[in-house]
């Protein structure tokens, strides 16, 4: 349940390959989350887990977007250090 983006970003570096499968993962497993079924049943009991699921999911898409946010930066700085290197490979 609490893993931090901390741990997540310096295990992924600078690789955009791993990212971009660990985004593509993470948008997979999410449907887990959406599951239509909200309560069980054990004989007389009943369990509703609607809070608990909402709870998830709710960090889970924080977790998310916080490393969308991440990734969007290693592609700009990408982006930017191949633009740099053109410019300057053009310029000698």
């Known amino acids: ?5 901390a741990t997540v ?3 992924l570096g600078d690789d955009l390959a791993k990212w971009h499968v660990m985004l593509s993962e993470i948008k997979v497993l999410s449907g887990r989350f959406e599951s239509a079924e909200q309560e069980r049943s054990f ?3 009943v369990v509703d887990y609607r809070k608990v699921q909402s709870k998830i999911k709710s960090k889970y898409d924080q977790w998310h977007l916080d490393l969308l946010n991440e990734f969007g930066e290693k592609v700009r700085e990408s982006t930017s250090k191949f633009y740099r290197q ?3 490979g053009r310029n000698e």
């Open 1 to 5: 349940w609490e893993i931090s983006t």
């Open 86 to 88: 053109g410019h300057s």
């Open 43 to 45: 004989g007389p009991i």
């Open 9 to 11: 970003l310096s295990r």
